[in-house]
């Protein structure tokens, strides 16, 4: 399994990966870890535009957006990370985290390695100073996963959501990936 960083031709095979990922999201034994219902796994024009997009952009201007993908030997993406901007111009010291571990590839330490890359990630770049995350509370293995990796729950917000007739809350997590000198 290789972490590379994807270029804009990948993106096609990237937006094919997130549609079956959403197959299984809240499916089975699998907890529900994006904030749309089960039967969606369609990604929004408005997604795809984001991601496109953030390849015009480098780190620190409003639009810009990093994506890293988990490939296997035969290149099939088995996991993603990627880091976006706030939209707020006086937040651009915090970038929020996204990822995702294939079904198959889950329980593996491959979402350890992608986090961990998305951490060296923000070390080395200037002007970020704070990863952030939300997880959806009853995601459990997303929650330890993050907690292993440092991350340190700031709050969550009650009811949050309303997916499928169901209150489903959020949780909020960050890690300080730079301390003041």
């Known amino acids: ?76 993406i088995c996991g993603h990370t990627d880091l976006r901007h706030y939209s707020s111009e006086y937040s651009f010291h915090r970038v929020l985290l996204g990822m995702g571990v294939e079904r198959s590839a889950r329980r593996q330490g491959l979402g350890v390695k992608l986090v961990e890359s998305a951490i060296a990630y923000c070390r080395e770049t200037y002007g970020i100073d704070h990863l952030d995350l939300n ?29 499928d007739g169901n209150s489903v809350s959020e949780i909020t997590m960050t890690l300080r990936v730079k301390f003041a000198q």
Do not use: T
């Open 1 to 76: 399994m290789e972490i590379v960083e994807a270029k804009l031709s990948d993106l096609e095979n990237f937006f094919k990966y997130l549609a079956e990922q959403l197959l299984d999201n809240g499916a089975g034994d699998s907890p529900l870890f994006q904030p749309i219902p089960k039967d969606h796994s369609e990604i929004p024009e408005q997604v795809r535009v984001k991601f496109r997009d953030g390849f015009k952009f480098g780190v620190g201007n409003s639009g810009w957006r990093k994506l890293w993908l988990a490939k296997d030997l035969a290149g099939n």
């Open 135 to 163: 997880v959806l509370s009853s995601n459990i293995p997303a929650k330890n996963l993050y907690l292993k990796c440092g991350f340190k729950i700031s709050g969550e917000m009650h009811d949050f959501y309303r997916i």
